[in-house]
């Protein structure tokens, strides 16, 4: 089985820590990351740190999420070394507060409405090596959401031929009040 | 894949709009990835798939007709290859399909950093997200993990043509 560090390599979070200056083999003439592309990031973090937190307590109470949590945990270990990499000061993590609601339901309702913010945040990069790593965390995004529709119980494929984004400042307050 | 392997792959899709512009030339590239699928839900079409199943790949087949109207319409113009995956079987086709979505995901993903324009890269984005989703889906009606790496694969030109070589008929 490959390592942690090893599947970084060989899928985008490598591509992500090289655009952003962790790679120590990238050459003098490495593209710089513009203050932007550096927000946008962080924002993508504080998502990714709401999202995971989320995961990681219905981890504890249901073990279907504990791959989910694992790869999100992953999410935000990339996202912070990649806008530290940057220079940029990494949004900090949250605690949340499961709510007494069904548990499937209520993390497809986060996970569709955190991939739509994903999609808008993705698509507004100048840097055409952080757009690509971060699609690489966008896509699985998306397939995190048929693996939940399965789990809440509802059809699987995706009804429409686009993704439609969603506004990421909007999205973040709604994840937060969600599990506040 | 090693780190090197890596590196050319991701940085590969950029070179690809060398022979056009950069922007037809991503275009282009999605247009050659959706007739691959196209081609692939039209074999399954023609076999005993089942109702829901079926329906399932109509579905699919008709949001990909979507992409490449979208394609076409920002500027993107088809290329003369064409595939075959000589399908016999209900089995033959959810065994290979999980793998072809997978494989179309990572060539998108890999791709879209060549798209010039922002609708463009937009709409791009806006496909591997369905893509994406139609993987997953693909995957579990195989009994397969919806989302088996914490990031994508990141496919240049050269590995997505090595993997799809089998699949070229012209």
């Known amino acids: 089985m490959l390592g942690r560090r090893s599947l970084l390599l060989a899928a985008g979070g490598s ?24 927000e946008r990031l962080n924002l993508a973090l504080a998502l990714e740190h709401v999202e995971a937190a989320f995961y990681r307590a219905a981890a504890a109470r249901d ?13 935000v270990d990339v996202l912070t070394r990649a806008v530290r990499g940057a220079g940029g000061r990494p949004a900090a ?7 007494d609601t069904p548990l499937p339901e209520l993390a497809l309702r986060i996970e569709e409405r955190r991939a739509a913010a994903s999609l808008a945040l993705v698509a507004q990069l100048e840097n055409a090596g952080l757009l690509a790593a971060t699609l690489s965390m966008h896509a699985v995004e998306a397939r995190h959401v048929i693996a939940l529709r399965e789990l809440a119980g509802v059809a699987l494929a995706p009804a429409e031929p686009l993704g439609q984004p969603a506004d990421p400042e909007t999205a973040l307050a709604d994840l937060r009040s969600w599990l506040a | 894949m090693t780190r090197r392997a890596f590196l050319a792959a991701v940085a590969a899709p950029l070179v690809v709009p060398a022979t056009a512009s950069a922007e037809d030339g991503a275009l282009n590239y999605a247009l050659l990835l959706e007739r691959l699928q196209t081609t692939l839900y039209a074999e399954a079409l023609k ?17 990909e007709e979507e992409h490449v109207r979208r394609l076409r319409a920002l500027g993107g113009r088809e290329g003369d290859m064409r595939f075959s995956f000589a399908l016999e079987t209900r089995d033959e ?16 993903a890999g791709a879209v950093p060549a798209a010039a324009t922002p609708a463009a890269r937009t709409l791009l984005t806006q496909i591997v997200h369905v893509e994406a989703q ?31 070589r089998p699949f070229i008929a012209t």
Do not use: N, S
């Not at chain 2, 086709?93 to 998108?108: H, K, M, Q």
């Open chain 1, 93 to 99: 993590p949250v605690t949340v507060r499961l709510p």
């Open chain 2, 93 to 108: 086709f959810l065994r290979l399909a999980p793998t072809v979505e997978d494989t179309v995901v990572g060539a998108y």
């Open chain 2, 134 to 164: 139609q993987a997953a889906t693909l995957r579990r009606l195989a009994d397969e993990v919806a989302a088996p790496l914490a990031f994508e694969e990141l496919l240049g030109r050269p590995v997505l043509l090595d993997r799809i």
């Open chain 1, 15 to 38: 591509a992500l820590l090289t655009a952003c200056g962790e790679d120590p083999t990238a050459g003098p003439d490495r593209p710089g990351v513009a203050r932007a592309d550096v």
């Open chain 1, 63 to 75: 073990p279907r999420f504990a791959d989910l949590a694992a790869q999100e945990a992953e999410h």
């Open chain 2, 47 to 63: 076999l005993e798939m089942g109702f829901d199943l079926a329906g399932l790949v109509r579905t699919f087949a008709e949001q």
